[in-house]
């Protein structure tokens, strides 16, 4: 899949903006041209190459300009020069990205998920990240996962766990799904929708941290569809099954005939674990309080035995590279100064933005000015871990044709 965000014709147009705030009702407008048009020097087109995760999940956008320079031209003393570089965004995009950048991050996010139900064509995946971003930016996790749920439904494939920080997610490896909440018989159509899942691929990574209460039809659905896929030829691996297991502990008493569910529950916890010992220690307990067969070990459904071992992580070595963090607003004098010091050599500048939580629309602009400066010296900026509303709003604003971006994974 690749996304065209950039106007094709030989020789780009370049216009002057000023800030637009959004109309009332979540619409954005976009601001006339200020002056005509003048024609920049013909040179290559602007590219832009996605790249797509090995799991197939949310894709990378990494935005690359041929020619750095092309569109940084001088102008008159407080306007800011933005090259129209957003012609191939969704509608939906800029309209997320404005109300975003000015603070209205309810309306950006009703205008996301509006925007789900339709057909998004190739913008579809930059329109998801969006969301997701958005919903975790907010701490909405319940949304987080209910969009996750829809997202993994829809596409058939891996959708973006919650993540524990922000630039740390499942990007790679087998497909996730999350359990949340209370596992009940109100949890129906999330383990139909985990059984839907499972007999799709060949292993699936079920991720129960965020459990936070069984009852008895909720662990017997949960047990039944775990056996249904296993049946099947499939995998299932559960991921964070310590919090499952200790959550389920206190409830298996041995002696003591109170729910079954549970106890099968708890067994495999103790099997996905790997604790053979615990198991068959329960096992027999269970067998002598309910006076039934328990389940068999079985060594092939540990998860660390279908899961693929982690890569190493990497050690960063040398200098820490430039951070831009918080909220850029105003489009102060000094936000950038980081990106202007004399001392960084030449070459390609990496801007860790991991920590950046918004950026308006009159500060994107000064960046955009910044990043000529910059080259100038023969420095090339590249912002790495840019979250995706922010990213949004580089497109839109013409900071992607001057710079590399690399969009956050999930």
């Not at 920049?40 to 996605?50: I, M, T």
């Not at 404005?98 to 930059?126: C, H, I, P, V, Y």
């Amino acid at each position: 899949m690749a996304f065209s965000f950039f106007k094709k014709s030989p020789a780009p147009q370049v216009e002057t903006r000023k800030p637009v705030q959004p109309a009332r009702g979540g619409s954005v407008s976009r601001p006339p041209q200020s002056a005509p048009p003048r024609s920049a020097p013909a040179s290559g087109p602007l590219s832009v190459s996605p790249s797509v995760s090995p799991s197939g999940g949310l894709i990378s956008l990494d935005f690359i300009s041929r020619d750095p320079l092309e569109g940084a031209r001088r102008m008159g003393k407080g306007e800011l020069e933005v090259q129209d570089v957003s012609s191939g965004l969704h509608p939906v995009v800029e309209e997320a990205a404005m109300l975003f950048a000015n603070g209205e991050d309810e309306a950006a996010l009703n205008a996301l998920e509006r925007a789900t139900f339709d057909d998004l064509g190739s913008s579809a995946e930059q329109v998801w990240s969006m969301l997701f971003d958005l919903c975790h930016a907010l701490g909405r996790c319940d949304a987080f996962e209910a969009h996750a749920l829809a997202y993994a439904e829809r596409f058939e494939r891996s959708a973006p766990t919650w993540p524990a920080s922000p630039s740390r997610g499942a990007a790679n490896g087998p497909p996730t799904l999350t359990l949340s909440g209370k596992l009940s018989e109100a949890s129906r159509a999330m383990i139909d929708q985990f059984d839907r899942l499972a007999c799709k691929t060949p292993l699936l990574r079920l991720d129960t941290a965020r459990v936070q209460d069984v009852d008895e039809d909720g662990a017997r659905m949960l047990t039944e569809a775990l056996v249904k896929v296993r049946r099947s030829g499939h995998r299932v691996a559960m991921i964070n099954v310590t919090h499952l297991r200790d959550l389920l502990a206190p409830r298996v008493i041995p002696g003591t005939a109170a729910l079954p569910e549970q106890w099968l529950l708890y067994l495999e916890a103790l099997q996905q674990l790997g604790d053979e010992a615990a198991f068959e220690e329960f096992a027999i307990q269970y067998a002598v309080t309910f006076e039934q067969s328990p389940p068999s070990w079985d060594a092939r459904w540990v998860s660390a035995t279908l899961l693929p071992s982690a890569p190493e992580p990497v050690k960063s070595v040398g200098k820490p590279a430039v951070a831009l963090q918080g909220e850029i607003t105003g489009a102060r004098q000094d936000a950038f100064a980081v990106l202007t010091a004399g001392d960084h050599p030449p070459g390609v500048l990496k801007v860790e933005c991991c920590d950046l939580k918004r950026m308006d629309f009159i500060s994107a602009g000064l960046l955009f000015n910044v990043i000529t400066a910059v080259q100038a010296t023969g420095r090339q900026p590249r912002f790495v871990e840019v979250r995706p509303m922010i990213a949004a709003l580089f497109v839109l604003i013409g900071v992607a044709a001057v710079a590399e971006i690399q969009q956050r994974h999930f």
